[in-house]
């Protein structure tokens, strides 16, 4: 089992930034890769960026260049670095650990960004 625990979100203004963290724990070193989704209403859940224990990242078209995933020291800990933000990043942003058998999910934190 992998326990993860989302922070950071919050209230911006459009070109602004936020930095959300999430930390996990329990039984990290199944975990392969670790990621950022996010819902916005009446949308699908859709990947924001990933990062894999070989430190390879992978962005949704629509962040790169203004998002930047990264591993704390401790590699049980993930940021997402949101810089020039857009109406449209507003949603809820969920962690996940993909791991052998099976996904984890984190609770989600909300991002709203006022125009």
């Known amino acids: 089992q992998v326990q993860l625990v989302e922070s950071g979100g919050g209230l911006v203004q459009a070109g602004g930034s936020l930095r959300l963290s999430c930390a996990a724990s329990?039984?990290?070193?199944?975990?392969?890769?670790m990621g950022w989704y996010r819902q916005a209403p009446g949308k699908q859940r859709e990947l924001v960026a990933s990062?894999?224990?070989?430190?390879?990242?992978n962005y949704a078209d629509s962040v790169k260049g203004r998002f930047t995933i990264s591993r704390g020291s401790a590699k049980n800990t993930v940021y997402l670095q949101m810089n020039a933000v857009k109406y449209e990043d507003t949603g809820a942003y969920y962690c996940?650990?993909?791991?052998?058998?099976?996904?984890?999910w984190g609770q989600g934190t909300q991002v709203t960004v006022s125009s």
């Open positions: 996940a650990a993909h791991t052998g058998w099976g996904d984890y």
């Open positions: 329990g039984s990290i070193f199944s975990i392969n890769t």
């Open positions: 990062i894999t224990n070989g430190e390879r990242t």
